[in-house]
């Protein structure tokens, strides 16, 4: 096997990773192909249902480093979409009324100096918004401050990682003081109204496992939560979203120099769910990198794996040409449909 640093590029690269996923270097990825899977569960090749998710990561840089992030985010990243891109966003939105929600992903969505102007404009076009908030970067900066209120201004259904209801945790995941400040966040949104019965204002919890294991069952998980933090802190949520972490990018690096990397995989493989296969987010959603370019997912995206066919930028994309397309797979996807399934939504199955 080569060496984990190819070419100088650190463990993250999406080459070297699509290179490991390809050619079976480890044990476990030759044991049963994805493909394989969906061709016994009747879905190969996975096409699409139709496309109502229209997923858009407005660049890749965040305030914080997270140990599990599948997008390699963190302060030093310059990718950012710019306000031409998003003004291609805002024409494709206006020619395809079935694009119904607008998924705005980073790093952190909201450190794109264009970020307030673009929610504005997909508001204008009467999408349904969900803002993709860290939580600890509305205490960043006094200019986010404000962002509960912004969000309640245009109903934004907000999605916020918080690992865990403790401390230590959430800490050990995603760096020092990261709890505390999550917390502040969650009572600010709490104030302006978010997971209140009656606001209409949703806000929904993500849990992602911090090891190398599948995460519990998403109910008995969100009542643990609930209970935890009402008791603890007062605060109150929608949804929890179990998501199961992919071998790719940071978490594929903790896996390779912890020696969890095969182990993990036959985990995935062995927890395959036909049920969870064929609801897989990838069927309903187009992935926009922060250039233009599509995916079928935001791991996929992460990959650089583009879409298999012609319609691949936004400045040819073609509704009918992404319906109909073969959506492009791997290994790491049986981190989707293992279990009950994993999709940015939480589980499907």
Not at 290 to 313: A, R
Request: hydrophobic share 35%; proline share 4%; net charge neutral.
């Amino acid at each position: 096997m080569k060496s984990l640093k190819a070419s100088g590029s650190p463990l993250a690269d999406s080459a070297y990773q699509v290179e490991l996923l390809e050619t079976g270097n480890h044990d476990a990825y030759r044991l049963i192909p994805f493909q394989q899977k969906l061709e016994e569960s009747n879905l190969l090749p996975l096409l699409p249902t139709g496309i109502e998710i229209f997923q858009v990561n407005v660049g890749k840089m965040c305030n914080q480093v997270c140990k599990h992030c599948h997008v390699d985010a963190g302060p030093d990243r310059k990718e950012i979409m710019t306000r031409e891109t998003m003004q291609q966003c805002l024409h494709i939105l206006e020619k395809n009324p079935r694009l119904s929600t607008v998924d705005l992903t980073g790093g952190a969505p909201e450190l794109n100096p264009d970020f307030r102007w673009f929610v504005e404009k997909i508001k204008a076009l009467n999408r349904h918004v969900i803002v993709r908030c860290n939580l600890t970067i509305i205490l960043a900066n006094k200019k986010f401050n404000d962002l509960p209120v912004f969000f309640k201004q245009h109903n934004i259904e907000v999605v916020s990682s918080l690992p865990f209801y403790s401390k230590e945790r959430t800490d050990r995941q995603r760096g020092d003081g990261v709890f505390a400040d999550s917390i502040k966040a969650l009572q600010m949104l709490n104030e302006a109204g978010y997971g209140k019965e009656g606001t209409g204002l949703t806000i929904n919890l993500v849990y992602n496992p911090a090891g190398a294991f599948l995460p519990p069952a998403q109910e008995t998980l969100e009542k643990e939560f609930k209970e935890a933090l009402y008791k603890d802190f007062g605060i109150v949520f929608n949804q929890l979203f179990a998501i199961t972490n992919l071998p790719i990018s940071r978490y594929m690096d903790y896996l390779l120099q912890s020696g969890n990397y095969e182990k993990y995989m036959e985990k995935l493989i062995a927890a395959y769910n036909p049920g969870a296969a064929a609801k897989v987010m990838c069927r309903n959603t187009i992935s926009v990198g922060w250039d233009g370019y599509l995916y079928d997912c935001d791991f996929n995206q992460m990959l650089e794996l583009k879409v298999g066919c012609s319609s691949n930028h936004l400045s040819i994309f073609d509704m009918d040409v992404l319906n109909t397309r073969s959506i492009v797979v791997n290994q790491h996807c049986y981190g989707c449909t293992a279990g009950a399934g994993s999709s940015c939504g939480g589980s499907v199955a």
